[in-house]
């Protein structure tokens, strides 16, 4: 079965500062992995996602991640974070031989932007 | 529509007394999700749906969770005698097919045992 960890639980940045938010996973094969958002009392919207191909994947609002895979990572990147950007921020992976396809979600990063 | 329409947005139970969630997925959309998430922000997945069909329910708690996707009818999470610990935000999520779009969430009930 597949797990994912984000390491950092809370990360604080300044308005117009670059943003990484680390993602790493294990499964034995190239997952699908993804990036969401969760804003205050909201659902999960979809930043991003990577199946396969490209290993740099653009995503809206302008966020990237790029998928290592010696690293067993896909973090998020922004290089200049917005103060509508504090959230929360959730990584997941999706098997490929998952017979249910559910996603396995990690533990979140909650992003505070200073102004 | 476009969205993922989840009822009601808050419930409040009494322990020990049912609870009964709806989600309407978006149309064309077959693959039906619901996760739990926890104060924690843990999100722990309980049911998957294909069509009318449970598709993995692993994650269910059997003896007082059950779930339904009927044809033309919103999908539905029922908890028989609610217990303090399962309050939490329920999501349901559809994909025409997850491999491929991700999912789409709704925005959640928020389930509160008194």
């Known amino acids: 079965a597949q797990s994912v960890t984000q390491p950092d639980i809370h990360i604080t940045v300044s308005e117009g500062a670059s943003l990484e938010l680390r993602c790493n996973y294990s499964y034995g094969a190239t997952p699908y992995l993804f990036w969401y958002v969760q804003s205050p009392g909201q659902g999960l919207q979809l930043l991003l996602k990577?199946?396969?191909?490209?290993?740099l994947v653009q995503g809206i609002k302008g966020f990237e991640a790029e998928f290592k895979r010696s690293q067993s990572s896909f973090n998020l990147r922004k290089p200049s974070v917005h103060w509508s950007d504090a959230a929360e921020y959730f990584c997941?992976?999706?098997?490929?031989?998952?017979?249910?396809?559910?996603?396995?979600f990690g533990p979140g990063t909650r992003l505070s932007v200073l102004p | 529509g476009e969205e993922v329409a989840q009822t009601p947005k808050h419930l409040v139970r009494g322990e020990g007394q049912k609870a009964k969630l709806y989600c309407a997925p978006i149309k064309g959309h077959s693959y039906v999700f619901w996760y739990q998430q926890v104060l924690k922000n843990e999100f722990k997945f309980l049911i998957s749906?294909?069509?009318?069909?449970?598709?993995?329910e692993t994650g269910m708690p059997k003896e007082r969770f059950s779930a339904k996707c009927l044809p033309n009818s919103p999908c539905s999470l029922e908890i028989q005698a609610t217990k303090l610990e399962d309050s939490a935000v329920y999501f349901c999520a559809s994909s025409p097919s997850p491999e491929v779009y991700g999912y789409t969430f709704g925005s959640g009930t928020r389930l509160t045992v008194v």
């Open positions: 990577y199946f396969s191909g490209d290993t």
């Open positions: 749906f294909q069509n009318e069909n449970v598709f993995d």
């Open positions: 997941a992976v999706g098997a490929r031989d998952n017979y249910g396809q559910n996603f396995v």
